[in-house]
């Protein structure tokens, strides 16, 4: 779906969340989300805390799994993952912190293996995630799934790209400053997800957002894996639509 804001996109995808917290709120299982980060889910959660604060939307009943954190990365530093999803929406809402999930940017080489075991083991003992929200990189990468990663690959620490280390040096004040690794749900983790909603806002998506969706499927181009996905829906504004 093609919106004339990335606002108006942004209120429509954080409405449908609303919508499904509520219907599953009624049975007795949790909602799982699949939640991403960067500057493109920004509106979406500021419309899920404007849903909590003025219409009473509760997320006692959610669950939440990140996509991804730098590796290494501490979560009280100002780049770190675990600080964004808390300053953008953890700290708004009534969600419960047993319910959070967020890969352990400060987790040893020895336990990063398990550690990721468990997370995947987690997600599928919830009965996998209901919901998986993304952005996507200029790379192609999905999450931190960079350009080589596999249609079976499952939560796991990989190298970052080159284009993605340098679309992050602002953030971190320079290229030298940012982490080369991270820990990410893989391909298959959110190809596994009921439902996924890719957002992109603006112009500088377009080229990007024109091959996740009319390439041919290949791992050159992470964002390709989604066209096997038979529940997923791209949510643009007009600029990140215009190369369609
Ligand atoms: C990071 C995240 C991705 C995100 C991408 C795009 O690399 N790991 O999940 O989709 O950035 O970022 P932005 O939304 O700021 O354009």
């Not at 219409?55 to 964004?84: I, Q, W």
């Not at 997800?193 to 603006?202: I, P, Q, Y």
Request: proline letters at 4%; charged letters at 25%.
């Amino acid at each position: 779906s093609v919106y004339d804001s990335k606002e108006l996109g942004s209120v429509a995808v954080a409405q449908r969340i609303a919508q499904l917290i509520r219907k599953k709120a009624t049975q007795e299982k949790p909602f799982v989300l699949g939640l991403a980060t960067g500057a493109t889910p920004l509106g979406v959660y500021a419309e899920l805390v404007r849903l909590h604060k003025e219409e009473g939307l509760s997320f006692e009943n959610v669950v939440t799994f990140n996509l991804d954190e730098y590796l290494p990365m501490a979560p009280a530093d100002k780049n770190s993952y675990v600080r964004f999803m808390h300053e953008n929406l953890f700290d708004h809402i009534d969600i419960k912190s047993e319910n959070v999930h967020i890969p352990d940017g400060t987790i040893g080489e020895e336990e990063v293996v398990d550690f990721c075991r468990e997370y995947e083991a987690k997600i599928a003992s919830l009965g996998g995630l209901d919901l998986q929200i993304l952005g996507i990189g200029r790379s192609g990468h999905i999450g931190f799934n960079e350009p080589g990663s596999g249609l079976y690959s499952l939560t796991r620490r990989v190298k970052l790209d080159a284009i993605t280390i340098k679309d992050a040096a602002k953030d971190f004040g320079g290229v030298a400053n940012v982490p080369h690794e991270a820990i990410t749900m893989g391909i298959s983790t959110i190809l596994n997800a009921k439902r996924v909603v890719l957002m992109a806002w603006g112009e500088s998506k377009a080229p990007i957002v024109k091959k996740a969706i009319e390439d041919e499927i290949t791992d050159l181009i992470p964002a390709t894996y989604l066209q096997y996905h038979s529940n997923v829906r791209f949510v643009l504004d007009n600029d990140a639509a215009t190369e369609l």
